[in-house]
């Protein structure tokens, strides 16, 4: 949680922390600044110091509305640096940098960097500004890092918004659902009220207005993906596809609120009308799982042993896991779940490579979402929620939504 | 233009090009896979070569519908090499990307880096490779690039796209003039349906709404601001305000095609009912600059020589301009446009510092947008166009739209 932010540094041997680039769809930038229509920012940390956020001068309304302490980079004038630099626009930016460190009292110790920025100016810059703050030594981090181990674990504030997301999400899948299941169907396959085939683009163009009637923006599309398509797990589904009764379609929606903040995730299996024998057994095989391992969640356990159980549950009932073959494309061919936040998958991760790894710390806001695949036999289940552990350590959906596999036709 | 690409790696002595990340919302990767469902991939290009595209095996089939070459990351067997780098998952990735490398016959050389991902991230990665492959020089660039120079000429498949990007936010503008000109009016204020006051937060979940239902995304939001908020050019607007006649209200739009593709972008400022004397005087200046300079514009010229002339003709109006006072908050305060594309700001610059600068290339996208700022007489007016330069010199307004001040009331 954010007021763990100081002891993470601490505990890490850093001093501050830098954050770049836009505070819309930038995770780290968002988090320390609560999002703002700021395009290009920056943020200085000071260990056990609050935030400063660095503003454009057109922008000083936007920055002012953070609440944050704030300084004008107009203050710092690039531009007449550059003349001095000889026009050098990356060692000017480096000297900007420098004295806005010194501005907030950084001019040693190791500074660890933040935001999604192009890689491009990002090394440019980054390695530019260590040769020339020998002092200072620039931190990078790789799949972890002291910001997402910050975020990994969630206030009651920001639960609320998860929750609320989640809530705007089984609206629209509700709707989806009722829309489905009131189509007429001509040969299995559902008809649109102008008698033509319904297909998979219409429903999501659908799902992007319904989004958007309650505020929520979509920017990493939606899987839904139908036969073929639901058996490879990050399929997106074909759009031109038409939409046919007992076919399994996978239905993943991870919708965020606007301008980049927090995320919901959110799975079904449906088949529409009716549900042929081996896919009924496949869901039934995803179901047992899911509901093993819902109930055996218990704050505190690290995160891979219930992937390790996924794993075991499933080959037990006779399906090729990534344990017994890390390669395979059939059976469970992916990780449990993953934290959610202002990240659609973040801290704690359930995947055994990581060591150790993570924990289902009191906090932590993570999906659970088994499935099975089979794109040979054109199927595949996944059922996800998304779990809160809360601080007592019990364990809660956070939007519950019935499970079923067969949406029957009205 | 892509085409270019080889030639440009040649020039800048470049052997092969890095990108990283996801294909959504990361405009190089978006730019050399067409866009996809991946959310995390790499790409090498080859100088002289096609590009090739390395996915996670649960995204094969959405990398498959690139028609790109392709690799399957799970054949680097990421988790084989962490068991043998000791569990070190950063060591790892490193000797991945060497296979990587050497898979497509980059084994030494200099090779530009791309892709909007985490800095913390990138600086970790990108330092690491860079010391265990000392015979690759990795390269970042700083404000200008390969690839942004590339992607600052179009072609007309690119143009296209950005043009009908217009269309949808010309119907957008079009529905929100209608809009508002359609309320009711009690004390100078605009009423909705209901009887209470229709705030700038309705109208934005309008303009929402309406990109939605035309299947365009708003990343960055809307700049619908009014009164102070006009005049300051990036304030996105108060939500909680109402809408009152004869005030200021600069409306400026920049959707994408989903997922991340090509923008528009677009300006009209708005007097509801009647202007003000003052607004009216500001806007016929902003309007004779707008002309003017319109009509100067000619395939070649480089683009600060428009920002200069933008610059001495609001002074000859009597405005002061960052020309003559680089800090001003008042008068003509930014520069007079940008290239568009996959980024909402890219290359050309109408910058002065930047040196000599970029040129109106034929086959450029770029905005034009001149605007007067005055927050203290609580007042802002900006017009903006986006203009490509066709490939035979002539300049052409993608969409055109009235550029009328004030909207009289129904």
Redesign the interface.
Known sequence: MKKDIDSLMDASDVDALLV??SA??NP?MVYLTGGA?L?KADLIKKRGCAPVLFY???????AAKTGLETRNL?DF????L?REMG?D??LA?VERYRRMFSDVGVTSGRV?????????????????LQDALPGIT??????T?I?LSVMSTKDEDEVERIRRMGQKTIEVVDMVADFLTSRDVQDQVLIKSDGSPLTIGDVK?RI??W???R?A?????T?FAMGH?AG?????GTDSDQLQLGKTIVFDIFPCE???GYFYDFTRTWCLGYAPEEAQVLYDDVLAVYKQVMGELQAGTPCMEYQQQTCELFEARGHTTIMSD??T?DGY??SLGHGLGLHV?ERPSFRT???EGDRLEPGVVVTIEPGLYYPQRDMGVRLEDTVWVRPNGEIEVLVEYPLDLVLPMK
Chains 1, 2 share one sequence.
């Open positions: 770049t680039g819309r769809h780290a229509h395009t454009s001068s057109m922008e000083r309304d936007e107009g004038r690039l531009h007449e550059q026009g626009i990356l930016t660890a960097l933040y935001g999604k920025i192009e890689s491009s100016e990002a090394y440019a810059l980054f390695t530019a620039l931190i990078g981090e790789f799949e890092s910001l163009r992007n207005l989004l958007a009637e505020s923006e979509n920017p990493e599309g899987i398509d490879v797990p990050h399929s997106s606007p301008g980049g890390p390669q494309q061919v992916h998958h490579s990581s060591g």
